[in-house]
């Protein structure tokens, strides 16, 4: 898990796209890649999960940097992380 400032935001804009479904019904059933997509939703959950503590401890860590703080909060939005 990542320590610094600078490595939590990374690590979130890395991770927030596969903490996020993709594809529909269709896409995920009847396309080519449809195992690819099913697949990456099989893992969403688990990257939600991580991304909420990585959230948590930012807003620990960076409550007084209110800069990074709203990036921050921008990928808990994203999440619908409260």
Same mark, same amino acid.
């Given at each position: 898990?990542?320590?610094? $400032?600078?490595?939590? %935001? @990374?690590? %979130?804009?890395?991770?927030?796209?596969?903490?996020?479904? #993709?594809?529909?019904?269709?896409?995920?059933?009847?396309?080519?890649?449809? &195992?690819?997509?099913?697949?990456?939703? %099989?893992?969403?959950?688990? &990257? *939600?999960? #991580?991304?909420?503590?990585?959230?948590? @401890?930012?807003?620990?860590?960076? $409550?007084?940097?209110?800069? @990074?703080?709203?990036?921050?909060?921008?990928?808990?939005? *994203? %999440? $619908?992380? $409260?």
């Amino acid at each position: 898990m990542p320590n610094t $400032k600078e490595d939590i %935001l @990374k690590f %979130l804009s890395l991770v927030v796209p596969r903490a996020k479904k #993709t594809g529909n019904f269709f896409s995920s059933n009847f396309s080519d890649a449809g &195992w690819e997509i099913k697949a990456h939703n %099989l893992l969403v959950p688990i &990257w *939600q999960i #991580t991304c909420e503590q990585i959230i948590m @401890k930012a807003r620990f860590s960076m $409550k007084e940097d209110k800069r @990074k703080l709203e990036e921050i909060e921008q990928y808990a939005k *994203q %999440l $619908k992380i $409260k």
